[in-house]
């Protein structure tokens, strides 16, 4: 069953049953079909030490891989409150539209080409992103999005989970995994996995020293939210 999104998104007995079977519905449709976990990552800013991200599309990345179609996304769920003050993501409302923008590598991140986003300032309005812990952000992977450093007394983490769409099978095997289906399982598995000690197969990426978000572009948004 297909279902049209909506900000009153009702959760009523065909979405339940939808759930039961998939255990997904929302990326389901904002993607436009069958879709697989491409990836999951734990972002951890620390009070006063959290790194910063530059002005980028998840696809900035993930074209690279040899993932034809920009038919990605990512859920971003807040674990703590993320507010402007710890900082939380910002995004440009509206850019995915754009398309695809160039990016070139800046230290362990690949940033977008900063003249194209000050252009984008002009047209797609800067929202920052404050949630409550639990509440989840999808977001489209040609979204331009950024956060700075968390300079606050206050943890920002947060739980990021990439799906792909699976006609979307990458043509370069790399560190994400090919086409793989989900199924559902039941809640009481992640108990039983117990707690994993063994960190092998997990990449840690510790954030800049500096801040490179003062590489930032000023965006002529930027009081008014
Ligand atoms: O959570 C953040 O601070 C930004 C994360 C981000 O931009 C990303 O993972 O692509």
Redesign the pocket.
């Known amino acids: 069953t297909e279902f049209v999104f909506s900000d009153n998104f009702i959760i009523n007995e065909d979405v339940k049953r939808a759930f039961d079977i998939n255990g997904y519905i929302i990326v389901r449709f904002l993607l436009g079909g069958e879709v697989y976990h491409y990836h999951s990552k734990v ?1 951890m ?1 620390e009070a006063h030490t959290g790194g910063a ?1 530059v002005w ?1 599309q ?1 696809y900035g990345y993930w074209y690279e891989n040899a993932c034809m179609f920009p038919n990605m996304g990512t859920v ?1 769920v807040a674990v703590d409150k993320a507010t402007k003050q710890n ?1 939380c ?1 910002q995004l440009m409302a509206g850019s995915h539209l754009m398309g695809r923008v160039d990016h070139h590598r800046i230290g362990e991140q690949v940033q977008a080409d900063l003249s194209r986003v000050k252009l984008a300032d002009q047209v797609c309005p800067l929202v920052y992103a404050e949630m409550e812990p639990g509440d989840a952000l999808f977001f489209h992977c040609n979204v331009l ?1 950024r ?1 700075d450093q968390n300079r606050s007394d206050n943890r920002r983490w ?1 739980f ?1 989970v990439a799906f792909n769409r699976a006609d979307n099978n990458p043509l370069l095997k790399h560190h994400h995994p090919q086409y793989t289906p989900l199924c559902k399982v039941p809640n009481g598995r992640i108990r039983e996995s117990g707690t994993v000690t063994d960190m092998s197969g997990k990449d840690f990426f510790q954030g800049p020293k500096d801040d490179i978000s003062l590489q930032k572009v000023a965006t002529k948004n930027k009081d008014k939210v």
């Open positions: 972002i800013k991200h980028h998840d971003w900082g993501v999005h956060s947060a990021l």
